[in-house]
T-cell receptor, first 115, second 112 residues
Framework: DVKVTQSSRYLVKRTGEKVFLECVQD?????MFWYRQDPGLGLRLIYF???????EKGDIPEGYSVSREKKERFSLILESASTNQTSMYLC??????????????FGNGTRLTVT | DQQVKQNSPSLSVQEGRISILNCDYT??????FLWYKKYPAEGPTFLIS?????DKNEDGRFTVFLNKSAKHLSLHIVPSQPGDSAVYFC???????????FGTGTRLQVFP
């Protein structure tokens, strides 16, 4: 069974802080993704990665960066946290051809509050 | 540009009855569709999918119907159970990149 683990379930940070959200998957998946979920807006893609050291912008990358130094780990970085980044953050992984041959596997999410 | 749309933010159904969740899409290049289910404080989990070469796929109580000419798909849950209460997202793989495009979700509540 695929396991995607997000390091924190809940985080409270102050405006302007640098925030790191960590995600680890144990199935040797090539693709990893960061989404945020907000009421009425669904799941929006922030960044994704096809391979180590590789990254692609999603639909809402502004204010975020990512790091993928190892295949199993994908980190989301908020360079300077702002209150509009208060959200549920979801990490996911899959083999290639996401959605067709294999669905995304999600972690349990990190609820981030920026005050 | 919302390519995958779920126009009903919420739905309330009595236990034992049918739940019908709807999803519309705008991009005719989409060739595969998925439904995910999400409980509070958990990540979404895959529920059922359908390829565009089919118009129906069934898995137990869950059936997805696809109407390509209308660019519309629906998820039927029969019979609905209280444990089905969750947020349901439809999604489609982008035709030119390896990512999923999600709808805004429909919150289903099944009451006794």
């Amino acid at each position: 069974d695929v396991k995607v683990t997000q390091s924190s379930r809940y985080l409270v940070k102050r405006t302007g802080e640098k925030v790191f959200l960590e995600c680890v998957q144990d199935m040797d998946h090539e693709n990893m993704f960061w989404y945020r979920q907000d009421p009425g807006l669904g799941l929006r893609l922030i960044y994704f990665s096809y391979d180590v050291k590789m990254k692609e912008k999603g639909d809402i990358p502004e204010g975020y960066s990512v790091s993928r130094e190892k295949k199993e780990r994908f980190s989301l970085i908020l360079e300077s946290a702002s209150t509009n980044q208060t959200s549920m953050y979801l990490c996911a992984s899959s083999p290639p051809k996401t959605g067709r041959n294999s669905p995304l596997h999600f972690g349990n999410g990190t609820r981030l509050t920026v005050t | 540009d919302q390519q995958v749309k779920q126009n009903s933010p919420s739905l309330s159904v009595q236990e034992g009855r049918i739940s019908i969740l709807n999803c519309d899409y705008t991009n005719s290049m989409f060739d595969y569709f998925l439904w995910y289910k999400k409980y509070p404080a958990e990540g979404p989990t895959f529920l059922i999918s359908i390829s565009s070469i089919k118009d129906k796929n069934e898995d137990g109580r869950f059936t997805v119907f696809l109407n390509k000419s209308a660019k519309h798909l629906s998820l039927h849950i029969v019979p609905s159970q209280p444990g089905d209460s969750a947020v349901y997202f439809c999604a489609a793989p982008s035709y030119n990149t390896d990512k999923l495009i999600f709808g805004t979700g429909t919150r289903l509540q099944v009451f006794p």
